[in-house]
C-alpha cells in the first residue's frame, strides 16, 4: 500500500523557514517523480515544486523560485521542500504527491489518478 506521510509544518513568522519532509513507502521511491502541492485557505489547489525521479530536474512556481528548494534522498524513500522567507500568502496545506512516472508533470489540479499524502499546515503570520 502507498503511503505518503509529511510532516514539518508549523507556524512561523514571515521571514522565517520551515523544512517539510515526505516520508513515502509501498513503492519503489527512486522510480517515479514526486510534487509538492499546497491549498490556502478558500483557493484551489496549486502546484509548488516537482523533482523526476533521480532528482537532477526540478521544477518551481513562479513565487518559489529563489524561496523554496526541492530534494530527495532516495535511498531513505524521503521528499523534502525547504521552505525559506516564508511569507503570509505561503499559508497553506502543502501535500506531497507521488507521480505516475519517473518524469515530472502537473498533477496539482485535482487528487484524481495520484497518491497524495494527509498534508502538513503552514502558518506564516506575525
Known amino acids: 500500500e502507498v503511503q505518503l506521510v509529511e510532516s514539518g509544518g508549523g507556524l512561523v513568522q514571515p521571514g522565517g523557514s520551515l523544512r517539510l519532509s515526505c516520508a513515502a513507502s509501498?513503492?519503489?521511491?527512486?522510480?517515479?517523480?514526486m510534487t509538492w502541492c499546497r491549498q490556502a485557505p478558500g483557493k484551489g489547489l496549486e502546484r509548488v515544486s516537482s523533482l523526476n525521479s533521480g532528482g537532477e530536474n526540478t521544477y518551481y512556481a513562479d513565487f518559489a523560485k529563489g524561496r523554496f528548494t526541492i530534494s530527495r534522498d532516495n535511498a531513505k524513500n524521503a521528499l523534502y521542500l525547504q521552505l525559506n522567507d516564508l511569507k503570509p500568502e505561503d499559508t497553506a496545506m502543502y501535500y506531497c504527491v507521488k507521480l505516475n512516472f519517473p518524469y515530472y508533470y502537473n498533477a496539482c489540479a485535482n487528487r484524481d489518478g495520484h497518491y497524495w499524502g494527509q498534508g502538513t499546515q503552514v502558518t506564516v503570520s506575525s
Open positions: 509501498g513503492f519503489t521511491f527512486s522510480n517515479y517523480a
